[in-house]
């Protein structure tokens, strides 16, 4: 996935230099999140979101969660590189205020974004401190994991970037959910494009199963919203 170009954003660590690199002690997994581990690991480097590396001075240990679907979610235990590094006190919005936001349109477009924080590539000289250990051997982010502090700052300060001209008018944002709202509902088509130019100009990709187009209502930030309120 190509994702966002460094020259609109790329998620800095600014690390802390007082802070002690730390390399954690390295877990043992059975068989069954062993073979997670791996295809999990297969479908990163084929996607380009990790590259292998090696002399490293920060190295994290996989977690794995197990979803729903029984199937498993390989995450990053970044706690010791979290607490050194700074945090981003980028106001996020108030959900409140963005639900409230939606009454009075009479159609909406809820957009999820596909893999959001992948989307953006993480700065140069921070790859290899999301380094992490497994059987196959040590990895590193390129694009920004789940899990990494401030993140969510990063991700919120990209889309306020991008739909600068709509949120408020024509559309509400909260990190990777967007809203795009039209009083009436013959608006909405041309709502939707002046969307999409946006999605198309930067780069970004859409989740299709997570996305609903043309509706009265629907769930937007855990609220059921229409057009008469919440």
């Keep these: 996935m190509p994702g966002i170009d460094r020259s609109v954003i790329s998620h800095n ?9 730390v390399v954690q002690k390295r877990r043992n997994f059975n068989p069954e999140r062993s073979a997670a ?9 084929a996607a380009r979101s990790i590259r292998e590396v090696k002399y490293l001075e920060w190295v994290a240990n996989v977690v794995l969660v197990k979803k729903k679907n029984n199937q498993w979610r ?11 590094c700074p945090k981003d006190s980028f106001p996020l919005p108030r959900i409140d205020q963005l639900v409230d ?5 009479e159609t909406l477009s809820f957009m999820d974004a596909y893999s959001g924080y992948n989307q953006i590539k993480m700065h140069k000289l921070d790859e290899e401190k999301t380094a992490f250990t497994t059987d196959q051997g040590l990895y590193c982010y390129t694009v920004m994991p789940f899990g990494l502090k401030n993140a969510g700052a990063t991700y919120q300060r990209l889309v306020n970037k991008m739909f600068a001209r709509q949120i408020g008018r024509n559309m509400e944002v ?5 809203l795009t709202k039209s009083i009436t509902a013959d608006r909405h088509t041309d709502d939707l494009r002046e969307t ?5 100009r930067y780069g970004m ?11 009265p209502f629907g769930r937007f930030l855990g609220y059921q919203v229409h ?4």
């Design 13 to 21: 660590l600014a690390v802390n230099e007082k802070c002690k690199p």
């Design 37 to 45: 581990i791996k295809e999990k690991v297969s479908k990163l480097l």
């Design 74 to 84: 390989m995450c990053v235990d970044f706690t010791d590189l979290n607490k050194a």
């Design 101 to 105: 936001a939606t009454a009075g349109h």
């Design 174 to 178: 909260y990190a990777d959910d967007m």
């Design 196 to 200: 999409f130019d946006v999605l198309v």
């Design 205 to 215: 990709k859409l989740n299709p199963a997570k996305c609903v187009f043309g509706v």
């Design 227 to 230: 057009q008469r309120g919440i």
